[in-house]
């Protein structure tokens, strides 16, 4: 798929919750991903995260830990999962975020799974991030104590149909300050 520019990329880009259980996820495609999330801007560069990409057999381990209750029964179908800890920041970003009072690791982590997601999209792929899970199971599977911040589906969507966007309101979300107004 090929964008022209990055509102086109926004508008296509969807929480997909109705995966194709038969069509695997090529690592190459997976690998795309992660090299873009690399580019991802980050307060003094800290990067505090690391990706986990679980695919094949091993995404069906991942999938029952993330169904609580009925609450995503739709990872059943889903193939590959990037799970995204929260790791350290470099000495830079810990002194920032001591002084400003401000949660920079939170930002980090969100702006490098924009990145990941809607690379995935050029790729034909679908995703969904998901912030409920059994966080003890999966570090257990993962052997790590890092924290786990959120996961992100990955697979091909069965019928891809473009949802109508609903969203607030612009004076809900912004407000343009100029010598204008």
Not at 68 to 88: C, H, P, R, W, Y
Request: glycine share 4%; charged share 30%.
């Amino acid at each position: 798929m090929e964008f022209n520019d990055f509102k086109e990329l926004a508008k296509v880009r969807q929480s997909c919750r109705d995966y194709d259980p038969d069509r695997e996820v090529e690592i190459e495609k997976l690998q795309t991903c992660l090299d873009t999330m690399k580019l991802a801007p980050s307060a003094c560069n800290a990067q505090p995260y690391y990706y986990y990409i679980v695919h094949g057999d091993n995404a069906k381990i991942i999938s029952k830990y993330l169904q609580l209750g009925k609450m995503n029964s739709f990872t059943k179908d889903v193939n590959a999962f990037a799970i995204v800890t929260e790791e350290n920041y470099n000495l830079t970003a810990k002194i920032g975020s001591k002084v400003k009072n401000q949660d920079f690791k939170s930002v980090d982590i969100g702006i490098s799974t924009a990145y990941f997601t809607a690379e995935a999209t050029t790729l034909g792929l679908s995703t969904c991030v998901i912030g409920w899970f059994d966080e003890e199971k999966i570090q257990k599977f993962l052997n790590t104590k890092s924290r786990i911040r959120l996961i992100i589906a990955i697979g091909y969507a069965k019928n891809e149909e473009i949802r109508e966007k609903k969203r607030k309101t612009s004076d809900a979300l912004y407000k343009i300050i100029s010598e204008d107004l």
